[in-house]
């Protein structure tokens, strides 16, 4: 059974940074398409990063430069990098396996609470 566990969430004040991680089991994360999604209070979850099996990386417009996603192929475990934090990135982060365009579905973790303080 793939499981995905997030890690590292927690509260910092405008400007700083966090690191998430999430470790995989059950899957190998540099074969598949890993991705953070995040969801705010009243609403949808969204992407906000992902990366491919081959490395290419996309971004929302609203993390782009601020936030970096990557992957420990040896840990088997997925990161996301976040600075330069703004109280709107205040969510629950995601991370998920990804596999939609081979007619699969969207795996989650349970998440993890990101709190920017104003």
């Known amino acids: 059974q793939v499981q995905l566990v997030e890690s590292g969430g927690g509260l910092v004040q405008t400007g700083g940074s966090l690191r998430l991680s999430c470790a995989a089991s059950?899957?190998?994360?540099?074969?598949?398409?890993m991705a953070w999604y995040r969801q705010a209070p009243g609403q949808q979850r969204a992407l906000v990063a992902e990366i491919t099996s081959l490395g290419s990386t996309n971004y929302a417009d609203s993390v782009k430069g601020r936030f970096t996603i990557s992957r420990d192929n040896a840990k088997n475990t997925l990161y996301l990098q976040m600075n330069s934090l703004k109280p709107e990135d205040t969510a629950v982060y995601y991370c998920?396996?990804?596999?939609?365009?081979?007619?699969?579905?969207?795996?989650w973790g349970q998440g993890t609470q990101v709190t920017v303080s104003s």
């Open positions: 059950g899957s190998i994360v540099r074969l598949s398409t």
């Open positions: 998920a396996r990804d596999r939609r365009q081979l007619g699969g579905t969207l795996l």
